[in-house]
């Protein structure tokens, strides 16, 4: 399973992005779906998640800001980022956990991760 994210870029504080990451190769089933950041010096951390049913996390930072989606017929997930601040400058990593027949469970995989730049 390979995910490639896109959508990144250079923003000016208050502004909008939209981030997307869709899963390809010998997908069966994909359960959760979800975002994470790492900024420089900082560990990653969790933005939002989302369940094959829908149901979302987020952390406390970006509540009300930003929100998560997926697309299940094209095994797809998007952040959509509102009211951007500079301390939303970070690499950010979509990941999906996706079933291998071989192990017969529920595996992680990441993308290569997108850039996102907030300035003031």
């Known amino acids: 399973v390979q995910l490639q994210a896109s959508g990144g870029g250079l923003v000016q504080a208050g502004g909008s992005l939209r981030l997307s990451c869709a899963a390809s190769?010998?997908?069966?089933?994909?359960?959760?779906m979800g975002w994470y950041r790492q900024a420089p010096g900082k560990e990653r951390e969790l933005v939002a998640g989302?369940?094959?049913?829908?149901?979302?996390n987020y952390a406390d930072s970006v509540k009300g800001r930003f929100t998560i989606s997926r697309d299940n017929a094209k095994n797809t997930v998007f952040l959509q980022m509102n009211s951007l601040k500079p301390e939303d400058t970070a690499v950010y990593y979509c990941?999906?956990?996706?079933?291998?027949?071989?192990?017969?469970?529920?595996?992680?995989?990441w993308g290569q991760g997108t850039q996102v730049t907030v300035s003031s």
């Open positions: 989302i369940t094959s049913g829908g149901v979302t």
């Open positions: 190769g010998s997908i069966f089933s994909i359960n959760g």
């Open positions: 990941n999906a956990d996706s079933w291998v027949a071989a192990s017969r469970r529920f595996e992680t995989y």
